[in-house]
């Protein structure tokens, strides 16, 4: 059997919505899924991880951008968390979609754009925060977190959850001539890291 990836689009896939819901210090989130989209049927222990790891160490920010935003978990929990507007993009046309009903649904101002990596985003950002594709192979993760560094306003952060058999720690050998690294939580196989340009 074909496993068709959430990195791809297959219009093909038969849709079967689902709800998820989430709560972040007694504030609840409702979350459409369906087919096709990464972690489906429950939000993802990475993605959790960093939020909340974000949320304990965050900084007066007005701007960030969340790339490989799926159905806008994380884009969605900071700007209502943080009262700030957020931009979001995916290629996946469906988790656009469902993250564009989410924003609706959760009333939260979070612009969700279909765009390969940066290809179609503008302007920068205080913050750029990421669950990168690993299984879209490391080339694409490295362009997500090199390429932020063009995104980013100058003291701007960028934020990324790896798990360990993800290659974490060759990647972030690779990201240590361009910024300044710190590891700010491990958990379950999964580093949360920090990066600010050198």
């Known amino acids: 059997m074909h496993l068709e990836h959430y990195f791809t689009n297959n219009s093909q896939l038969k849709s079967e919505r689902r709800i998820i819901n989430f709560t972040y210090n007694s504030i609840p989130f ?57 931009v979001g993009c995916d290629i996946n046309k469906r988790a ?47 362009s997500i977190l090199k390429d932020a560094k063009k995104h980013l306003n100058p003291s701007g952060e960028l934020w990324a959850v790896i798990r360990v058999d993800g290659g974490v720690k060759s990647i972030i050998k690779e990201l240590n001539s361009l910024y300044q690294i710190e590891i700010k939580e491990k958990s379950k196989g999964f580093y949360v890291f920090l990066a600010k340009s050198n």
């Not at 993802?44 to 701007?63: A, P, R």
């Not at 799926?70 to 009262?83: E, P, R």
């Not at 205080?126 to 993760?141: F, Q, Y």
């Open 30 to 86: 409702k979350f459409l899924s369906d087919n096709g989209v990464f972690s489906k049927n429950k939000i993802d222990y990475g993605s959790i991880l960093l939020v909340e790891t974000y949320l304990k160490n965050k900084k007066n920010i007005t701007s960030f951008l969340d790339v490989g935003s799926g159905y806008g978990f994380i884009s969605i929990v900071l700007a209502k968390v943080l009262n700030i507007p957020g």
């Open 96 to 142: 656009l979609k469902l993250a564009q009903e989410n924003a609706k649904l959760n009333k939260v101002s979070v612009s969700f754009k279909e765009s390969d990596i940066y290809e179609q985003v503008e302007g920068k950002f205080d913050l750029i925060i990421t669950n990168p594709p690993i299984r879209a192979g490391k080339k694409v993760v490295l």
